[in-house]
């Protein structure tokens, strides 16, 4: 037999996620909704410092002016789609 017992815990959760770009929140709902991303610059890394992480987070309208800013656009993977699909501004 097992018998349980209450308990009281403290957890932690997400209070804000900000955009290191903007400054604005990177949360809708709850959820993120942009990039979040630990980024490590390598032995012998020449633009990034050795062997160090850059941990950052961006907001999906900085995400998509970044984009804009690729000389090589990013490839687009569609969900639930099986063609593939070429970058452009989403109003165009
Ligand atoms: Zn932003």
Redesign the pocket.
């Known amino acids: 037999m097992i018998k349980y017992k209450k308990v009281r815990r403290q957890v932690e959760e997400i209070d804000k996620i900000q ?6 929140s ?1 949360l809708i709902n709850g959820h993120l909704y ?1 990039l979040s991303v630990i980024v490590s610059g390598g032995y012998d890394s020449i633009h990034l410092n050795d062997l160090t992480d850059y941990k950052f987070e ?6 998509v ?1 970044l984009f804009g800013e690729f000389t090589i656009p990013p490839d687009l993977i569609k969900h639930y789609c099986e063609k593939s699909i070429s970058w452009k501004w989403k109003n165009e």
């Open positions: 955009c290191n770009k903007c400054g604005n990177c942009g961006l907001c999906e309208e900085c995400l002016k």
